[in-house]
């Protein structure tokens, strides 16, 4: 079968399977756990026998059978045995405190179904998201931490890491992921503020706008790869094919590696990340800067303000929690930064990042502790600004 | 000590004329009030003279000097905005301190001044807070403080209580009057859209329609002598009744015979040989309107609904042709039973005003 056609089957079955989800999952709570008309003290007692065995005997015995399949009768005494009985258990206490809140005793009246099914319903939808991401996300997360814990040659203990902060070039990722950290974010947010407040009163300021947001579009690899062409180098003799190194010898320059002049060819990666970024951040802070009420920069203005006073003293305190979730936005994407690294320079020449790091011990030294231990530490670094992030993101909504 | 001067200023928004030649001088000490119905350009006409909106044409000067093209800072005004546009992230001490700051005034100076203007609107207690903190009238003080620290020549004020309720509007209006008497040298231009705060606080008042100037006078002269229908139907609560006639006697003393076959009036207005027969408007104030037993020259129509106010009672009269307005009575004091009564009513001849084309025959050729 042609490629294109498998894909266009995926999506079918992928999108269908979605939307057949939610249509049946709600049209089953609907018409017949809790539909919305009342039922006298007998309906419910007789819906009540039936679900119990629909909706929760069939359900539980399956659960049993897989797990009984699973470990087999002799596997239960070990300790993963154990584990997934108690998962079992679980599951099967939870289906049964389910039975008392979807089906009543005595008499109900609609409003009470309808009720109830409104309190089921967010959980219908729900479902599958917190299914997909405790699979591929909470499930890895202990993985690794477990994977982390396991030496190369077998020993358990943190072996792993105290080899890794032993290493040379860990320190040497630390070092450049700080950096990355504190120019990235901050050039972003900065050329972004700039860009959304020089653009407001341009009448083709959409055009420079979308000119501007285009990069986000394209992916960190395509982005790498016309970068690349950028820092390209030739020798002298030869005509230059770079656009960076045309002005260098244009200017009377000697042909430059960018890529591999030490520290320096750091913020030449980092320039295609801001370039990515600074699109995000203008679209987020111009929404932003157009929420301001534009009678308190009229009132500034009255008040003797000048362009710059408005600007920093009027306006971008007001957007300041906006500015905070975008810094903090862009500092996630930094502390995972791979992409740019990996096609353009893959860490040699003093540009190693975390990310890379993780990527070569896990997948070309095969090193799975190690690259697991980096994982984690990499993990640790954006969780406190994540959580950070979120909370200013609430307080933002609020 | 500063009056404001307008010559012929236009405004216009491209092909979209909003002002047309107005001409208006505002001595030192008024207070002025720009009154109009919805989209007049009240509020552009005072974001000109503040300096927010450029001026299309014409001259605008303060204190004799052209400020057309003087930034808003250097006019010497200060501006009250409609949603009090304060800093939200700045405490109210230094939203008030704000121009004083960028007028760069040593720190001595610039507390003396905000806690004066504090002391006068009995905001001390509020300096340290943020504006979010505030209730809505303590709100209002501070953008009045945030102007007075700045010691104006001209205040604009642009429907400042128009966010207020109706208890919280009443005393700030009252708040309003006794900051003008504090400051009596000081001119004050406001805008407004209800005529209870145009009456109470005008020295005189600039009511504005169709683009232009329909009137400019003492709250009383726009109510005893309007110049025209509009200004008659626009002060006043509920709006003048208008009657269409023709006018049968002229002279020293006008008599109308009103449409329909509701008799004469005798109106104390003048009119001139060549007005008779001429079609007219009369006017005349709910309030001026009485009830009489004499049948003849009267106003004859059946009570339609009664609103009872208490102080007042409003008879709405069944219209003539329905859908036509219908005519309303202000009767004093309290009055049952008058629904479907069938009622006469006449009114003083120095009360009825008579409008030829729009315009009243006493500002005729004027």
């Not at chain 1, 709600?26 to 003290?41: E, K, M, Y």
């Not at chain 1, 802070?285 to 203005?301: F, K, M, N, Q, Y």
């Not at chain 2, 400042?160 to 009057?177: K, Y």
Request: charged share 15%; hydrophobic share 50%; proline share 5%.
């Amino acid at each position: 079968m042609h490629p294109a056609l498998q894909g266009l089957i995926t999506i079918v079955i992928g999108v269908g399977g979605c939307v057949g989800y939610f249509y049946f999952s709600n049209f089953l709570l609907d018409r017949f756990l809790l539909p919305a008309r009342a039922f006298t003290a007998a309906e419910t007692a007789a819906r009540r026998r039936l679900g119990l065995i629909f909706l929760f005997a069939l359900p539980t015995l399956l659960i049993l059978a897989l797990y009984l399949s699973g470990t087999g009768l002799s596997g239960i005494a070990s300790g993963w045995g154990l584990f997934w009985l108690l998962v079992v258990l679980a599951l099967i206490f939870g289906l049964w405190r389910l039975t008392g809140f979807v089906f009543a005793t005595g008499e109900t009246t609609a409003g009470h179904n309808i009720s109830h099914a409104n309190m089921i319903r967010p959980w219908l939808f729900l479902l599958p998201a917190i299914l997909a991401l405790g699979l591929y996300l909470t499930y890895p997360v202990f993985e690794t931490l477990r994977l982390s814990l396991i030496h190369r040659n077998g020993g358990v203990g943190i072996g792993n890491y105290t080899f890794m902060f032993g290493e040379q070039k860990f320190w040497e990722a630390m070092r450049n992921n700080m950096l990355w950290l504190v120019v990235v974010p901050a050039m972003s947010t900065a050329f972004g503020l700039i860009v959304a407040q020089l653009t407001d009163r341009l009448s083709w300021g959409n055009i420079a706008k979308m000119l501007v947001f285009m990069p986000m579009a394209i992916s960190m690899v395509g982005a790498s790869v016309i970068w690349k062409l950028v820092y390209e180098s030739r020798p002298a003799e030869v005509e230059q094919i770079g656009v960076l190194n045309a002005l260098w010898v244009g200017m009377g320059g000697e042909p430059q590696q960018w890529l591999t002049l030490p520290v320096w060819n750091n913020f030449f990666l980092m320039v295609v990340l801001i370039w990515i970024q600074t699109g995000f951040a203008m679209v987020i802070l111009s929404a932003a800067l157009r929420g301001i009420p534009e009678e308190t920069v009229e009132a500034a203005i009255v008040d003797g303000a000048g362009p710059f006073q408005i600007f920093f003293k009027i306006k971008v305190p007001q957007i300041m929690s906006t500015i905070v979730v975008v810094w903090t936005t862009i500092t996630l994407v930094v502390l995972k930064v791979f992409d740019i690294v990996f096609t353009m320079t893959n860490g040699q020449w003093g540009t190693q990042v975390l990310a890379n790091y993780m990527y070569d011990k896990m997948f070309r030294a095969n090193d799975w502790g190690t690259g697991s231990a980096a994982a984690m530490v990499i993990m640790l670094l954006v969780t406190p600004i994540l959580v950070w992030n979120v909370r200013n993101a609430r307080k933002e909504m609020r | 000590m500063a009056g404001l001067k307008l010559t012929s200023i236009d405004k216009s928004y491209g092909d979209v004329d909003v002002l047309k030649d107005i001409n208006l001088d505002i001595e030192a000490g008024e207070l002025i009030v720009f009154v109009g119905p919805s989209g007049c350009g009240k509020s552009t006409l005072l974001r000109m003279i503040a300096g927010l909106e450029k001026i299309t044409g014409g001259t605008l000067e303060i204190d004799g000097l052209v400020v057309n093209d003087v930034p808003p800072a250097q006019r010497g005004i200060a501006m009250v905005f409609q949603s009090y546009a304060l800093y939200p992230h700045m405490t109210v001490f230094d939203n008030m301190a704000f121009a004083l700051k960028l007028a760069k005034l040593s720190k001595d100076e610039i507390d003396t001044a905000v806690r004066k203007a504090a002391d006068i609107l009995q905001l001390t207690p509020y300096l340290d807070r943020l504006p979010k903190a505030l209730s809505g009238g303590q709100r209002q003080r501070v953008a009045i403080g945030r102007c007075i620290v700045r010691d104006p020549k001209v205040f604009l004020f642009d429907e400042p209580l128009s966010n207020l309720d109706a208890a919280l509007r009443v005393a700030t209006r009252l708040e309003i009057a006794q900051l003008k008497e504090s400051m009596p040298d000081r001119t004050m231009i406001y805008v407004t859209h209800d005529q209870v705060e145009a009456m109470t606080l005008a020295s005189r008042i600039v009511v504005l329609a169709d683009k232009g100037i329909s009137q400019v006078g003492t709250p009383l002269e726009l109510y005893e002598t309007p110049q025209n229908e509009f200004v008659a139907q626009f002060i006043g609560s509920p709006a003048m009744n208008l009657f269409a006639g023709e006018i049968v006697a002229t002279g020293e003393r006008t008599s109308i015979a009103l449409e329909g076959g509701h008799g004469v009036v005798q109106s104390a207005y003048p009119s001139q040989e060549g007005d008779l027969g001429a079609k007219v408007n009369v006017g005349i104030r709910p309030e001026d309107l009485a009830l009489t037993d004499d049948p003849e020259n009267s106003y004859t129509a059946t009570v339609d609904v009664q609103e009872n106010l208490g102080e007042v009672t409003l008879l709405f009269f069944k219209p003539d042709s329905p859908g036509a307005e219908p005519v309303i009575a202000k009767l004093p004091g309290i009055h049952r039973g008058l629904k479907g009564e069938t009622l006469n009513l006449s009114a003083a001849p120095e009360k009825v005003h008579v409008f030829r084309d729009g315009i009243s025959l006493l500002y005729r050729g004027t």
